[in-house]
Protein backbone atom coordinates (compact mmCIF):
# COMPACT_ATOMS: atom_id res chain seq x y z
CA UNK A 1 0.00 0.00 0.00
CA UNK A 2 2.83 2.37 0.50
CA UNK A 3 4.35 1.81 -2.47
CA UNK A 4 1.39 2.50 -4.12
CA UNK A 5 1.05 5.98 -2.13
CA UNK A 6 4.50 6.56 -3.06
CA UNK A 7 4.01 5.99 -6.84
CA UNK A 8 0.91 8.27 -6.95
CA UNK A 9 2.72 10.90 -5.50
CA UNK A 10 5.79 10.88 -7.68
CA UNK A 11 3.06 11.04 -10.56
CA UNK A 12 1.40 13.49 -8.99
CA UNK A 13 4.64 15.42 -8.26
CA UNK A 14 6.41 14.84 -11.97
CA UNK A 15 2.77 16.53 -13.60
CA UNK A 16 2.95 19.44 -11.18
CA UNK A 17 6.44 20.06 -12.11
CA UNK A 18 5.93 19.72 -16.05
CA UNK A 19 2.98 21.85 -15.55
CA UNK A 20 5.16 24.57 -13.64
CA UNK A 21 2.19 24.57 -11.00
CA UNK A 22 0.39 26.48 -12.73
CA UNK A 23 -2.95 24.45 -13.40
CA UNK A 24 -3.75 24.66 -9.61
CA UNK A 25 -4.43 27.73 -10.24
CA UNK A 26 -8.16 27.72 -11.55
CA UNK A 27 -8.32 31.73 -12.28
CA UNK A 28 -7.02 32.68 -15.50
CA UNK A 29 -7.89 36.54 -14.03
CA UNK A 30 -8.19 37.55 -10.45
CA UNK A 31 -11.75 38.36 -9.57
CA UNK A 32 -12.50 41.66 -8.65
CA UNK A 33 -15.93 43.34 -7.12
CA UNK A 34 -17.63 44.94 -9.90
CA UNK A 35 -17.63 48.92 -9.94
CA UNK A 36 -20.49 49.20 -8.40
CA UNK A 37 -22.83 52.64 -7.44
CA UNK A 38 -23.60 51.99 -3.66
CA UNK A 39 -27.63 51.94 -2.76
CA UNK A 40 -28.27 52.89 1.01
CA UNK A 41 -31.10 51.97 3.06
CA UNK A 42 -31.59 54.54 4.84
CA UNK A 43 -34.60 56.52 6.25
CA UNK A 44 -34.92 58.92 3.90
CA UNK A 45 -33.96 56.57 0.60
CA UNK A 46 -36.03 54.15 -1.21
CA UNK A 47 -39.09 52.45 -0.14
CA UNK A 48 -39.71 49.24 1.91
CA UNK A 49 -42.56 47.64 0.26
CA UNK A 50 -44.33 43.62 1.13
CA UNK A 51 -42.83 41.59 -0.97
CA UNK A 52 -45.64 40.02 -3.33
CA UNK A 53 -44.49 38.65 -6.34
CA UNK A 54 -46.17 35.94 -9.05
CA UNK A 55 -43.00 35.28 -11.34
CA UNK A 56 -43.57 33.48 -14.49
CA UNK A 57 -39.96 32.48 -14.83
CA UNK A 58 -37.00 32.51 -11.89
CA UNK A 59 -33.46 32.94 -13.03
CA UNK A 60 -30.51 32.40 -11.04
CA UNK A 61 -26.69 32.79 -11.61
CA UNK A 62 -23.80 31.15 -9.60
CA UNK A 63 -20.47 31.99 -8.72
CA UNK A 64 -20.87 35.48 -8.86
CA UNK A 65 -18.49 35.99 -5.15
CA UNK A 66 -14.80 35.18 -5.40
CA UNK A 67 -14.64 33.44 -2.38
CA UNK A 68 -17.51 31.29 -3.73
CA UNK A 69 -15.57 30.36 -6.50
CA UNK A 70 -12.37 29.10 -4.66
CA UNK A 71 -14.33 27.23 -2.06
CA UNK A 72 -16.16 25.02 -4.69
CA UNK A 73 -13.09 24.47 -6.95
CA UNK A 74 -14.66 26.31 -9.96
CA UNK A 75 -12.35 27.96 -12.25
CA UNK A 76 -12.84 32.04 -13.44
CA UNK A 77 -12.26 33.96 -16.68
CA UNK A 78 -13.24 37.80 -17.06
CA UNK A 79 -14.20 37.09 -20.39
CA UNK A 80 -16.77 34.40 -20.11
CA UNK A 81 -20.18 34.26 -18.53
CA UNK A 82 -21.19 33.25 -14.89
CA UNK A 83 -23.30 30.26 -14.70
CA UNK A 84 -27.02 30.90 -15.40
CA UNK A 85 -30.02 28.62 -14.76
CA UNK A 86 -33.46 28.50 -14.13
CA UNK A 87 -35.77 27.44 -11.23
CA UNK A 88 -39.08 25.29 -11.57
CA UNK A 89 -42.02 27.84 -10.57
CA UNK A 90 -42.44 24.83 -7.73
CA UNK A 91 -39.70 26.13 -5.94
CA UNK A 92 -41.05 29.32 -4.70
CA UNK A 93 -41.63 29.06 -1.10
CA UNK A 94 -43.53 32.24 -0.02
CA UNK A 95 -45.38 30.57 2.96
CA UNK A 96 -42.31 30.16 5.16
CA UNK A 97 -43.82 26.03 5.22
CA UNK A 98 -41.00 23.71 6.27
CA UNK A 99 -38.81 22.43 3.22
CA UNK A 100 -39.09 18.73 2.50
CA UNK A 101 -35.53 16.63 1.89
CA UNK A 102 -36.21 15.02 -1.26
CA UNK A 103 -35.97 11.31 -1.11
CA UNK A 104 -34.16 8.69 -3.22
CA UNK A 105 -37.03 8.20 -5.81
CA UNK A 106 -37.42 11.86 -6.16
CA UNK A 107 -34.00 12.29 -6.56
CA UNK A 108 -33.68 10.02 -9.65
CA UNK A 109 -37.19 10.99 -11.03
CA UNK A 110 -35.23 14.40 -11.19
CA UNK A 111 -32.43 12.87 -12.86
CA UNK A 112 -34.66 10.89 -15.37
CA UNK A 113 -36.30 14.54 -16.19
CA UNK A 114 -33.11 16.05 -17.20
CA UNK A 115 -31.55 13.38 -19.26
CA UNK A 116 -33.74 10.27 -19.82
CA UNK A 117 -31.85 7.41 -18.71
CA UNK A 118 -29.80 9.09 -16.37
CA UNK A 119 -32.18 7.69 -13.78
CA UNK A 120 -31.50 4.09 -14.00
CA UNK A 121 -28.36 4.35 -14.60
CA UNK A 122 -28.17 6.51 -11.35
CA UNK A 123 -30.52 4.36 -9.49
CA UNK A 124 -27.82 1.17 -10.32
CA UNK A 125 -24.67 3.26 -9.35
CA UNK A 126 -25.49 4.30 -6.16
CA UNK A 127 -27.12 2.58 -3.84
CA UNK A 128 -26.42 5.46 -1.37
CA UNK A 129 -28.01 8.32 -2.81
CA UNK A 130 -28.18 11.61 0.23
CA UNK A 131 -29.88 14.80 -1.72
CA UNK A 132 -26.48 16.45 0.16
CA UNK A 133 -28.72 19.67 1.09
CA UNK A 134 -27.19 22.82 1.06
CA UNK A 135 -28.29 26.64 2.14
CA UNK A 136 -27.35 29.47 -0.27
CA UNK A 137 -28.35 32.99 1.60
CA UNK A 138 -28.75 35.15 -1.22
CA UNK A 139 -29.51 38.96 -2.94
CA UNK A 140 -32.15 38.70 -5.32
CA UNK A 141 -34.31 41.07 -7.09
CA UNK A 142 -37.74 41.32 -9.20
CA UNK A 143 -38.44 43.30 -12.21
CA UNK A 144 -40.72 46.25 -11.33
CA UNK A 145 -41.12 47.05 -14.85
CA UNK A 146 -40.32 45.01 -18.88
CA UNK A 147 -36.60 45.40 -19.52
CA UNK A 148 -35.62 47.48 -23.16
CA UNK A 149 -33.19 44.55 -24.47
CA UNK A 150 -31.94 46.97 -26.94
CA UNK A 151 -30.48 49.02 -23.89
CA UNK A 152 -29.14 46.13 -21.42
CA UNK A 153 -25.63 46.52 -22.55
CA UNK A 154 -25.62 50.00 -22.38
CA UNK A 155 -23.92 50.91 -18.99
CA UNK A 156 -26.19 54.16 -18.89
CA UNK A 157 -29.59 51.79 -18.48
CA UNK A 158 -31.03 51.02 -15.39
CA UNK A 159 -34.26 48.71 -14.87
CA UNK A 160 -36.35 48.93 -11.96
CA UNK A 161 -36.04 46.47 -9.51
CA UNK A 162 -36.82 45.66 -6.71
CA UNK A 163 -34.24 43.75 -3.59
CA UNK A 164 -35.47 40.43 -1.55
CA UNK A 165 -33.83 37.95 0.53
CA UNK A 166 -34.06 34.88 -0.90
CA UNK A 167 -32.57 31.11 0.54
CA UNK A 168 -31.34 29.18 -2.77
CA UNK A 169 -31.50 25.51 -1.52
CA UNK A 170 -29.37 22.99 -3.27
CA UNK A 171 -29.30 19.14 -3.94
CA UNK A 172 -25.70 19.06 -4.44
CA UNK A 173 -25.74 15.52 -5.94
CA UNK A 174 -27.71 16.30 -8.43
CA UNK A 175 -25.71 19.40 -9.64
CA UNK A 176 -22.52 17.29 -9.90
CA UNK A 177 -24.31 15.06 -12.58
CA UNK A 178 -23.97 17.77 -15.14
CA UNK A 179 -20.07 17.85 -14.48
CA UNK A 180 -19.10 17.26 -18.29
CA UNK A 181 -22.47 18.20 -20.01
CA UNK A 182 -22.88 20.70 -22.37
CA UNK A 183 -25.84 22.03 -20.27
CA UNK A 184 -23.93 22.05 -17.14
CA UNK A 185 -25.46 24.37 -15.86
CA UNK A 186 -29.19 22.83 -16.52
CA UNK A 187 -28.34 20.42 -14.01
CA UNK A 188 -27.81 23.11 -11.61
CA UNK A 189 -31.62 24.03 -11.73
CA UNK A 190 -32.61 20.89 -11.22
CA UNK A 191 -30.98 20.29 -8.20
CA UNK A 192 -32.61 23.89 -7.15
CA UNK A 193 -35.83 22.95 -8.27
CA UNK A 194 -37.66 20.73 -5.21
CA UNK A 195 -40.80 21.64 -4.07
CA UNK A 196 -40.10 23.97 -1.47
CA UNK A 197 -36.61 25.46 -2.78
CA UNK A 198 -37.09 28.51 -2.93
CA UNK A 199 -37.85 30.45 0.47
CA UNK A 200 -37.92 34.04 0.19
CA UNK A 201 -38.39 37.45 2.43
CA UNK A 202 -41.54 39.15 2.94
CA UNK A 203 -39.98 42.81 2.51
CA UNK A 204 -38.76 44.45 -1.15
CA UNK A 205 -36.55 47.60 -0.72
CA UNK A 206 -37.03 49.42 -3.93
CA UNK A 207 -34.58 52.34 -4.66
CA UNK A 208 -35.53 56.30 -5.01
CA UNK A 209 -34.38 56.37 -8.76
CA UNK A 210 -32.36 54.14 -11.16
CA UNK A 211 -28.68 54.52 -10.92
CA UNK A 212 -26.78 52.55 -13.41
CA UNK A 213 -24.97 49.76 -12.28
CA UNK A 214 -25.60 50.33 -8.85
CA UNK A 215 -26.59 47.67 -5.82
CA UNK A 216 -28.38 47.45 -2.74
CA UNK A 217 -25.17 47.37 -0.56
CA UNK A 218 -26.09 44.94 2.77
CA UNK A 219 -24.23 42.16 4.05
CA UNK A 220 -25.84 39.25 3.55
CA UNK A 221 -25.14 36.90 6.64
CA UNK A 222 -26.53 32.58 7.02
CA UNK A 223 -27.14 30.80 10.29
CA UNK A 224 -27.54 27.25 10.62
CA UNK A 225 -29.17 26.59 14.25
CA UNK A 226 -27.59 30.07 15.21
CA UNK A 227 -23.95 29.12 13.60
CA UNK A 228 -22.86 31.43 11.28
CA UNK A 229 -21.68 29.93 7.79
CA UNK A 230 -22.36 32.89 5.51
CA UNK A 231 -21.02 36.47 5.99
CA UNK A 232 -20.22 39.01 2.93
CA UNK A 233 -21.51 42.39 1.52
CA UNK A 234 -23.31 42.55 -1.36
CA UNK A 235 -20.39 44.56 -3.00
CA UNK A 236 -18.04 42.01 -3.38
CA UNK A 237 -20.62 40.93 -6.49
CA UNK A 238 -19.03 40.72 -9.78
CA UNK A 239 -21.67 41.88 -11.53
CA UNK A 240 -24.37 44.37 -12.02
CA UNK A 241 -27.95 43.41 -11.87
CA UNK A 242 -27.68 44.93 -15.12
CA UNK A 243 -24.85 42.56 -16.24
CA UNK A 244 -27.02 39.83 -14.38
CA UNK A 245 -29.65 40.53 -17.11
CA UNK A 246 -27.83 40.71 -20.36
CA UNK A 247 -26.25 36.92 -19.26
CA UNK A 248 -29.58 35.66 -18.40
CA UNK A 249 -30.89 37.10 -21.89
CA UNK A 250 -27.51 35.49 -23.66
CA UNK A 251 -28.65 31.84 -22.67
CA UNK A 252 -32.35 32.92 -22.86
CA UNK A 253 -33.08 34.93 -26.13
CA UNK A 254 -36.31 33.42 -26.55
CA UNK A 255 -37.48 33.21 -23.00
CA UNK A 256 -36.48 36.79 -21.46
CA UNK A 257 -37.08 37.66 -17.96
CA UNK A 258 -40.14 39.62 -18.12
CA UNK A 259 -41.99 42.19 -15.38
CA UNK A 260 -42.74 40.23 -12.14
CA UNK A 261 -39.63 37.50 -12.71
CA UNK A 262 -37.19 37.19 -10.47
CA UNK A 263 -33.29 36.97 -10.43
CA UNK A 264 -31.09 35.28 -7.67
CA UNK A 265 -27.70 37.39 -7.82
CA UNK A 266 -25.68 34.33 -6.61
CA UNK A 267 -24.42 32.73 -2.84
CA UNK A 268 -21.14 34.45 -0.86
CA UNK A 269 -18.81 32.04 0.25
CA UNK A 270 -19.12 29.68 3.26
CA UNK A 271 -21.76 26.98 1.74
CA UNK A 272 -21.76 23.15 3.24
CA UNK A 273 -20.18 21.78 0.03
CA UNK A 274 -16.57 22.64 -0.03
CA UNK A 275 -14.23 21.40 -3.36
CA UNK A 276 -10.45 22.34 -2.79
CA UNK A 277 -8.85 23.49 -6.02
CA UNK A 278 -6.58 20.96 -6.05
CA UNK A 279 -8.73 18.37 -5.42
CA UNK A 280 -10.60 19.66 -8.64
CA UNK A 281 -7.71 19.47 -10.31
CA UNK A 282 -6.80 15.99 -9.87
CA UNK A 283 -10.29 14.77 -10.71
CA UNK A 284 -9.54 16.48 -14.30
CA UNK A 285 -6.48 15.28 -14.50
CA UNK A 286 -6.97 11.68 -13.71
CA UNK A 287 -10.16 12.17 -16.23
CA UNK A 288 -12.99 11.61 -13.46
CA UNK A 289 -16.07 11.49 -15.04
CA UNK A 290 -19.82 12.32 -13.62
CA UNK A 291 -20.36 9.36 -11.90
CA UNK A 292 -16.75 8.97 -10.37
CA UNK A 293 -17.13 12.49 -9.24
CA UNK A 294 -20.16 11.89 -7.87
CA UNK A 295 -19.16 9.21 -5.99
CA UNK A 296 -16.14 10.56 -4.42
CA UNK A 297 -18.28 13.71 -3.18
CA UNK A 298 -20.76 11.43 -1.51
CA UNK A 299 -17.76 9.68 0.57
CA UNK A 300 -15.57 12.76 0.92
CA UNK A 301 -18.90 14.28 2.51
CA UNK A 302 -19.88 11.34 4.34
CA UNK A 303 -19.36 12.99 7.99
CA UNK A 304 -19.76 16.67 6.82
CA UNK A 305 -21.83 18.29 9.26
CA UNK A 306 -22.82 21.50 7.27
CA UNK A 307 -25.40 19.42 4.88
CA UNK A 308 -28.69 20.49 5.99
CA UNK A 309 -31.00 17.36 7.74
CA UNK A 310 -34.19 17.25 9.59
CA UNK A 311 -35.36 20.07 11.80
CA UNK A 312 -32.17 21.80 10.96
CA UNK A 313 -33.24 26.13 10.91
CA UNK A 314 -31.68 28.31 8.40
CA UNK A 315 -31.98 32.08 8.86
CA UNK A 316 -30.38 34.58 6.54
CA UNK A 317 -30.62 38.19 7.05
CA UNK A 318 -29.92 41.32 4.74
CA UNK A 319 -29.63 44.96 6.84
CA UNK A 320 -32.72 46.82 5.69
CA UNK A 321 -34.34 43.61 4.17
CA UNK A 322 -35.12 42.16 7.44
CA UNK A 323 -34.81 38.11 8.14
CA UNK A 324 -35.76 34.87 6.40
CA UNK A 325 -36.13 31.90 8.53
CA UNK A 326 -36.58 28.75 6.73
CA UNK A 327 -37.33 25.26 8.58
CA UNK A 328 -35.99 21.94 7.22
CA UNK A 329 -38.90 19.22 7.93
CA UNK A 330 -38.28 16.49 10.10
Known amino acids: M ?9 IISACLWAGGCAELNPFAQKPRPADFVHLWSGKSEGELLPLEIEPEHIYGLGLTYAKHLRETGSRFDAGEPPPVFRKDLVSLNKTGAPVPIPDRERLIASCEGIEPGLGRIVDKKFKDLPPLLDYEGELAFVLLEDVDWSEVNNPDYSPK ?3 FLANDLSARSIAV ?13 VSKSFPGFLPVGAKMWVPPAEKPDSILRVVIVTKVNGELRQKESTSDMMYTPREMLSFIYKKYPDMPPRKGDIVLMGTPGGVAMQIPGWKAWLADLFRFDRFKK ?24 GGILGELKTEIAG
Open 161 to 163: IGY
Open 294 to 317: LSSLIASNKNNKKFLKPEDVVEVS
Open 2 to 10: KRKTLFLFL
Open 177 to 189: LGEGMPNRYDYWG
